[in-house]
């Protein structure tokens, strides 16, 4: 499981079990045109990381913020 990096708790990209519901990263969207989401930490509201629509590239954006 991925650590936030600010606070050090589990987060998950896509919760996939209602036990995961609490640690999935928030997701929001941001940009007008240039679609980006803006994923934020659920437990410190620290941002983690943007990624494009449809790319999931947190998984390592925060491994590599956690290495
Ligand atoms: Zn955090």
Do not use: W
């Not at 936030?4 to 708790?9: A, I, K, Q, S, V």
């Not at 980006?36 to 590599?64: K, T």
Request: proline share 4%; glycine share 12%.
């Amino acid at each position: 499981m991925a650590k936030c990096p600010y606070c050090g708790n589990g987060v998950v990209l896509k919760a996939e079990t209602d036990a995961d519901a609490a640690l999935e990263v928030r997701k929001e969207m941001v940009g007008m045109i240039r679609k980006e989401v803006m994923y934020s930490c659920p437990h410190c509201d620290a941002v983690l990381g943007f990624g494009r629509v449809g790319i999931p590239r947190l998984q390592g954006v925060i491994q590599g913020l956690t290495r």
